[in-house]
């Protein structure tokens, strides 16, 4: 209980703290320069320019300390030993790409990113399209929203339960070897067989993403300008028709954006793979091999390093995304 | 659109039934470990949750009373009792021996060894008689087959809350979560209100960064924020992981009030600066009360993030009892009970209750938010 407690306290001091700070530098900044007297008109300018900064003083130094001081200090652990005492030039990354481990986690790490956006976009898109058109789609949408709220790690027990294996001569209590059995294949340890674990993790990560996927895209579906349909019908084209050759295209952008959120996502994918395999029967992933390094292999040279090599992996989407934002403002 | 695409039978037929099928697939698993988690431990190992609304068929052995509660009845010696004791049941088969152990229908007479003879009744009364006096210490073994009533309990909760401890950890989630959630509200929100209407150089910078800022792997973030809080003499302890949270939140926290507060109608706030008023003062009695949907948004945003992480409270929190969140021990429990569905099913659905309370009840907000920060935001 004592923990609760301290986090309300945080919570007022927090809130406090800061409305105090606002306050307090405002009130500084208009008494130091002053709107009114002889100055007044150099004091406005010379006001309106310090506030901005008063205003996003918090947010930069929280930005600061907790994402830009951490990537130019990885670059730096990257070139150091275990410890981060000594410098090791390059030999983190001469590792690396020898590790069996790390080529290991990059080819799963491509397979999740080709496999999971892919599915996730399609059943999105597949899902919001069908929605659209029944009376009762609204309800039919917060059912396949709903995985959004469960933790990762809540997915994997559920999922682990459906590719549970109890053992030659037991019942099976897992849904897909009851399945299997049912239609009388044999029950198998699913989760340990190489390369077929790797996608029924996958499963999972799809599971959770589609009704992200169905939502953004069921609002873009919904945008389209209603008389480019109506054209279309008049011209006789079929549903399918209408919907590959009309709708899609027309929504090209959103899709787009779709995509490289759960590109990105993919990208960090860790606690799936942690709870059901732990990166066993080659399944690991980067983000979980960095965090074996960082914690069973206490390496932080290596670890940093196979962080870096994420950040490259999504350093083209970093760019794509400020580039659509640049393209918005103007 | 309905009144020109979707106006053939067939084809409303068949969306209708493809939407059932996907949604079907969708709810199934969760529906799978939800049942489980109140069905009774022992019935969860022998049958799947699809069949638990079903009475299920179980050999069981059971044993008759100790030879010291006979009684002689007209020179024949007798034990008598119920094969389950005092609960219901219902017997469908039995035998005397391993080696036959359905062979008699209930109230049939079945033989065994030194001519003694059993009967037992459908309800699980049995009667063992004997010629001799019964020797020994322990009772005979009496084979049956039970046709089970499905059993649903509350007990896997009950054990999980407080036998697994998970009580401690959903109150140790909370202590991360709430701080963590709110803290970022304010100091965005004043920053995003300088980036929307203050003017000032280097505006447009900042906004890329913080569009940048939004896809930094926060794996890059752990071993340098993790020897900066231990210099700090913060590591490891809740202020630590509110800080990294905040931190962690603030570029989507930052971008999603922008994008609103930039699309408030102009004229309030330029009509507010002619009446004199100061950016303080706009933002704290125009900006602020108008933005109150984004706000939400994001503060949904945040607490689902936070509640649900796993990473980042295994970096900057402990394992001991105070400090491990449920995301955690639910991890600790798959690879320590990873047979024990009963537990596991029971803590899965104890840490996902606050969040899907919280999904159902305020989605609205929760789909606004995403639609401001991927549709119109790019």
């Known amino acids: 209980m004592e923990q609760v407690f301290w986090a309300l306290a945080t919570i007022v001091i927090g809130v406090f703290g800061c409305v105090l700070y606002f306050y307090l530098t405002n009130l500084l900044l208009d008494l130091a320069l002053p709107g009114r007297g002889p100055n007044a008109g150099r004091n ?32 730096w652990l990257s070139l150091r030993d275990a410890t981060g005492d000594n410098f090791v030039g390059l030999d983190n990354y001469v590792w690396l790409v020898g590790d069996r481990k790390f080529l290991e986690s990059m080819r799963n790490n491509m397979m999740w990113l080709v496999v999971v956006p892919a599915a996730s976009t399609g059943f999105g898109l597949l899902a919001a399209a069908l929605t659209d058109r029944i009376r009762w789609g609204n309800f039919a949408k917060s059912l396949i929203f709903m995985p959004m709220a469960i933790s990762f790690v809540g997915a994997s027990v559920i999922w682990k339960f459906i590719y549970d294996y109890r053992g030659e001569g037991l019942t099976e209590i897992g849904l897909l070897n009851a399945i299997v059995v049912a239609i009388s294949g044999v029950a198998q340890g699913w989760i340990t067989i190489e390369p077929l674990n790797s996608f029924l993790l996958m499963v999972v990560l799809i599971w959770i993403q589609t009704g992200f996927a169905m939502v953004i895209l069921s609002a873009a579906l ?57 990166g066993q029967w080659g399944t690991q992933v980067l983000a979980n ?42 | 659109m309905d009144n020109i695409a979707g106006t053939r039978p067939k084809l409303v037929w068949t969306v209708n039934i493809a939407v059932f099928l996907l949604v079907l697939l969708w709810i199934v698993p969760t529906t799978g470990l939800l049942v489980s988690s109140f069905r009774d431990r022992d019935q969860i190992t022998v049958s799947g949750w699809w069949t638990s609304m079903f009475s299920s068929e179980a050999n069981v052995i059971a044993r008759s009373a100790p030879p010291d509660a006979q009684v002689e009845e007209d020179g024949v010696y007798v034990l008598s009792g119920n094969v389950f004791g005092s609960e219901p049941g219902q017997v ?43 020797s020994g210490s322990r009772g005979a073994r009496i084979f049956v087959r039970t046709l089970e009533a499905p059993r649903f309990t509350l ?22 979560t709430i701080p963590a959630t709110v803290i970022p509200i304010l100091v965005a929100a004043f920053a995003a209100y300088a980036l929307a209407w203050m003017e000032f150089p280097g505006r447009a910078l900042l906004i890329a960064a913080v569009v940048g800022l939004l896809v930094v792997p926060l794996q890059l973030a752990f071993i340098p924020l993790l020897k900066l809080h231990n210099a700090l003499g913060i590591g490891k302890d809740y202020l630590g992981i509110w800080l990294a949270h905040t931190g962690f939140g603030l570029p989507l926290a930052i971008y999603l009030l922008r994008n609103y507060i930039a699309g408030l109608p102009r004229e309030i706030i330029e009509s507010a600066r002619v009446d004199g008023a100061t950016d303080f003062e706009i933002f704290r009695r125009i900006v602020l009360p108008l933005s109150f949907p984004a706000l939400a948004s994001f503060a949904i945003f945040q607490f689902l993030w936070v509640w649900n992480d796993l990473l ?67």
Request: aromatic share 10%; no cysteine.
């Open chain 1, 289 to 330: 091999l960095m965090f074996d390094w960082m914690f069973r292999g206490a390496d932080s040279g290596r670890a940093s390093t196979v962080a870096l090599v994420i950040m490259v992996l999504v350093t083209p989407i970093m760019i794509w995304n400020i580039r659509n934002a640049k393209r918005e403002m103007q």
């Open chain 2, 155 to 176: 007990e896997n909760y009950e054990n999980v809350i407080l036998a697994e401890r998970l009580g401690q950890s959903f109150l140790n989630t909370f202590s991360v």
């Open chain 1, 44 to 75: 406005i300018n010379r006001a309106s320019a310090i506030r901005p900064w008063l205003f996003m003083g918090p947010a930069i130094v929280l930005l600061s300390v907790y994402l830009v001081y951490p990537v130019i200090n990885s670059v």
């Open chain 2, 312 to 378: 980042v409270a295994t970096v900057f929190l402990g394992n001991n009892e105070q400090q491990l969140v449920m995301t955690g021990r639910l991890r600790e429990l798959l690879g320590s009970r990873g047979g024990d569905w009963e537990i596991l099913a029971a803590s899965a659905f104890v840490s996902i209750a606050v969040p899907l309370m919280v999904f159902f009840g305020l989605q609205r907000f929760l789909v606004r938010g995403l639609l401001s920060g991927s549709v119109k935001g790019g």
């Open chain 2, 92 to 134: 469908i088969a039995f035998g005397t021996s391993s080696r036959a152990p359905e062979a008699y229908s209930p109230g049939d007479l079945g033989e065994m060894s030194k001519g003694r003879t059993l009967v037992v009744e459908a309800n699980g009364d049995y009667r063992l008689e004997s010629p001799e006096p019964h």
């Open chain 1, 222 to 278: 919904r945008g389209i300008p209603e008389e480019t349909v109506e054209a279309a019908v008049i011209d006789g084209a079929s549903p399918l028709q209408i919907f590959f050759r009309i709708k899609v295209p027309q929504i090209w952008g959103t899709i787009a954006v779709v995509w490289t959120t759960i590109t990105i996502l993919v990208l960090k994918v860790f606690d799936i793979v942690l709870a059901m395999t732990n």
